[in-house]
């Protein structure tokens, strides 16, 4: 079993819309976790770290974690079509590696 | 410049080659990764050094080797190039400090 999973996609809204992404995680030693963004073709770029219970917003982005349910999300508000990316949820165990989600698309429709 | 790039950025090469990916950063971190990328895959761990004299095996080091030639010099060996590792694979660094990643721009292989 993988150490993170995202929930299946891909995921399509309207622009100006809330795009909603969701990360499970097994390892109830897990420290802190990321989501990154990926365009077509493109490395990853980091958006939103999480390390504490609860809520971290930065613009549009909100990270979500709730380490008793070993939950993660990624709220994106006011949706932009400039969002349309790949996103990955990626969660730091032993050692600082990081463990990747398999990512989910979105596409923000114009 | 870019703080991570790596070389070459594309690469078609024969089945049974052996071919080298090259990693280069300025950050002056520490800890290096390499990672290759499959369509509904995500990232999957191939190797990582946290220094020069520390290499470890990843998820999926079979059939891949590495070199670390200096703190700042990370390379990728395939000794006997197959399909199946035709990927997209990418170089990431990090601070022991922080868990947060910094990738290069990747190099996409494709393997005849």
């Known amino acids: 079993q993988k150490e993170v999973e995202q929930n299946s996609g891909p995921l399509s809204v309207p622009e100006g819309a809330i795009a909603s992404l969701n990360c499970t995680y097994s390892?109830?030693?897990?420290?802190?976790f990321f989501w990154y963004r990926q365009y077509s073709g493109k490395s990853p770029e980091l958006i939103m770290f999480?390390?504490?219970?609860g809520d971290k917003e930065d613009g549009r982005f909100t990270a979500q974690l709730n380490k008793a349910s070993q939950y993660v999300s990624l709220l994106i508000r006011d949706s932009q079509p400039s969002d349309s990316a790949t996103y990955l949820c990626?969660?730091?165990?032993?050692?600082?590696?990081?463990?990747f989600g398999a990512g989910t698309t979105v596409t923000v429709r114009a | 410049d870019a703080d991570v790039t790596q070389t070459p950025r594309n690469r078609i090469t024969k089945t049974g080659k052996r071919i080298m990916l090259e990693c280069s950063q300025t950050?002056?971190?520490?800890?290096m990764y390499w990672y290759r990328q499959d369509p509904g895959l995500g990232l999957r761990l191939i190797y990582y050094?946290?220094?020069?004299?520390?290499?470890n095996k990843g998820e999926i080091s079979d059939g891949y080797s590495v070199s670390r030639q200096a703190q700042a010099k990370f390379s990728l060996s395939l000794e006997s190039a197959i399909p199946n590792q035709t990927a997209l694979y990418f170089c990431?660094?990090?601070?022991?400090?922080?868990?947060?990643?910094?990738f290069g721009p990747g190099t996409r292989l494709t393997v005849t």
């Open positions: 990626a969660g730091a165990f032993n050692d600082y590696k990081l463990s």
């Open positions: 390892d109830r030693g897990s420290q802190s």
């Open positions: 050094s946290f220094d020069v004299k520390d290499i």
């Open positions: 999480i390390y504490s219970n």
């Open positions: 950050k002056g971190h520490d800890r």
């Open positions: 990431a660094t990090s601070d022991p400090l922080e868990s947060e990643q910094y």
